[in-house]
T-cell receptor, first 114, second 112 residues
Framework: EAQVTQNPRYLITVTGKKLTVTCSQN?????MSWYRQDPGLGLRQIYY???????DKGDVPEGYKVSRKEKRNFPLILESPSPNQTSLYFC?????????????FGPGTRLTVT | DQQVKQNSPSLSVQEGRISILNCDYT??????FLWYKKYPAEGPTFLIS?????DKNEDGRFTVFLNKSAKHLSLHIVPSQPGDSAVYFC???????????FGTGTRLTVIP
């Protein structure tokens, strides 16, 4: 089954404790992206990756890191989480690198930073 | 600055009636528009799209209309069903872009 998986689905942590949210897709997609969803703000892009070893900032990259060492995986790293990073996070992937595309989303990770 | 706007946070419709969800955009570069549907505890899923060379695209009960001069698009669901109850996101992009720009979403409730 074609899918994007994220782990963990739920996470409660404390300020400053480094964490990683994993994302994996089995569709051989070149493009992968991370979004956060907040009330009244919709989905905002954090980082994206056009292909292996190619990553770039989205609209709200502050406080986040990513890496793309393999085509299928695109982890999101919070080196020192803060309460304003409490949010719902989605990983997405797409076959088309350039131009409009239909992205496949993971189920989401709800993160709470206290 | 929100380039894609959904001004109605919520909408309630009786089962069997038409649901109309609206979306406005400000960026003239946008030439491709999509609607995503999101159920609780799931990620958004692609629903329907339209290119700027068209003004209408239909897929079963779902039709998207595009008015380029007004920078406005709408999603019509006819007839509405309880299973359509979800949050609907409008998104836009253009050829060569590396992102989709999303609206804030409209929560649709279809009342049986």
């Amino acid at each position: 089954e074609a899918q994007v998986t994220q782990n963990p689905r739920y996470l409660i942590t404390v300020t400053g404790k480094k964490l990683t949210v994993t994302c994996s897709q089995n569709m051989n997609h070149e493009y992968m992206s991370w979004y956060r969803q907040d009330p009244g703000l919709g989905l905002r892009q954090i980082y994206y990756s056009m292909n292996v070893e190619v990553t770039d900032k989205g609209d709200v990259p502050e406080g986040y890191k990513v890496s793309r060492k393999e085509k299928r995986n695109f982890p999101l790293i919070l080196e020192s989480p803060s309460p304003n990073q409490t949010s719902l996070y989605f990983c997405a992937s797409s076959l088309r690198v350039l131009g409009p595309y239909e992205q496949y989303f993971g189920p989401g990770t709800r993160l709470t930073v206290t | 600055d929100q380039q894609v706007k959904q001004n109605s946070p919520s909408l309630s419709v009786q089962e069997g009636r038409i649901s109309i969800l609206n979306c406005d955009y400000t960026n003239s570069m946008f030439d491709y528009f999509l609607w995503y549907k999101k159920y609780p505890a799931e990620g958004p899923t692609f629903l329907i799209s339209i290119s700027s060379i068209k003004d209408k695209n239909e897929d079963g009960r779902f039709t998207v209309f595009l008015n380029k001069s007004a920078k406005h698009l709408s999603l019509h669901i006819v007839p509405s069903q309880p299973g359509d109850s979800a949050v609907y996101f409008c998104a836009a992009s253009w050829a060569g872009a590396n992102n989709l720009f999303f609206g804030t979403g409209t929560r649709l409730t279809v009342i049986p």
